[in-house]
């Protein structure tokens, strides 16, 4: 999994590439926990175009990033999520708990 | 009764890092066996949050332990009709499972400050397996997961 951060006027865009597993949610979770908690930046964009698979692992640190960033009162955006990704949250019963755009361009101008 | 046809043995270390290659291994078996695109992520959830549990529980994060995984076709009788099925086998030597942790919870939607992710591997399992059983075997822990085939798969069973 590679990480790569983006900083865009009031919002942090941040590329995952790879797996988000066991092996490598803990560098995400502290990538995004980072954004929220100390930069508190207001807006944390998630884009996971490039994501092609997440374990409960992976869905754990997404939540845990959404809960970072309600705390603050900031938002937390997930976009570009492939159907794998998209059927994990489905069976969490999280798919309606987080906010999702289709793309980033949608999620930036949301 | 016959044990079934085998089709692959993997024995991997417990490092989570190897998760990737039995991830990719099995989505060319599932491939071969003709499942779906969603079907074969189903099951390949299931085996990876099996080995991430016996890597997080068993082994308590241990990374040099042995897992030994077995993929076989079957014959199983699922809803009173015998059928072909993909069988499983994940054997570790680690600390006996907690039979209390293998119970099913439900999930329900919650208000986000409700949430706990914790047990969502093994809902995953429970929920996209067609069979699930676990047992304690000769000092070890085994569980046994089972996914019947798709009607028309292009592997033939002999």
Redesign the interface.
């Known amino acids: 999994m590679q990480i790569s951060i983006r900083k865009l006027d009031q919002v942090t865009i941040v590329d995952v590439t790879g ?1 988000i ?3 490598t949610s803990p560098e995400l979770r502290k990538v995004l926990l980072h954004e929220c908690r100390e930069l508190k930046v207001p807006r944390v964009l998630l884009n996971l175009t490039s994501v092609r ?1 997440v ?3 992976g ?2 640190t997404l ?1 845990e990033g ?2 970072a960033s ?1 705390d603050l009162k900031s938002r937390f955006i997930m976009c570009g999520l492939n ?2 990704v998209t ?2 949250l489905q ?4 798919l ?2 987080f906010e999702i755009c289709e793309n980033e361009e949608q999620a930036l101008k949301s | 009764m016959s044990r079934g046809k085998f089709m692959l043995r993997m024995e991997l270390r417990s490092n989570p890092e190897v998760l990737c290659v039995v991830r990719s291994a099995l989505a060319r078996l599932a491939e071969l066996l003709g499942f779906s695109d969603s079907d074969s992520h189903l099951v390949i959830l299931a085996v990876d949050e099996a080995l991430t549990n016996i890597i997080r529980h068993a082994y308590k994060g241990q990374r040099e332990r042995c897992i030994e995984v077995t993929f076989r076709l079957v014959q199983v009788a699922y809803k009173s009709v015998p059928q072909k099925a993909l069988e499983i086998v994940l054997l570790d030597d680690g600390a006996p499972v907690d039979l209390k942790r293998l119970r099913p919870r439900p999930l329900q939607e919650l208000p986000i400050e409700e949430l706990k992710p914790g047990g969502l591997g093994l809902h995953f399992i429970r929920k996209n397996m067609d069979k699930v059983e676990f047992r304690r075997r000769d000092g070890r822990n085994l569980l046994r997961l089972i996914k019947v085939l798709p009607l028309a798969e292009p592997y033939q069973v002999s």
């Open positions: 797996d597993d066991l092996s698979y374990d409960s692992s869905v754990a939540l959404l809960k309600r159907a794998k059927q994990v069976l969490s019963k999280l309606n708990v």
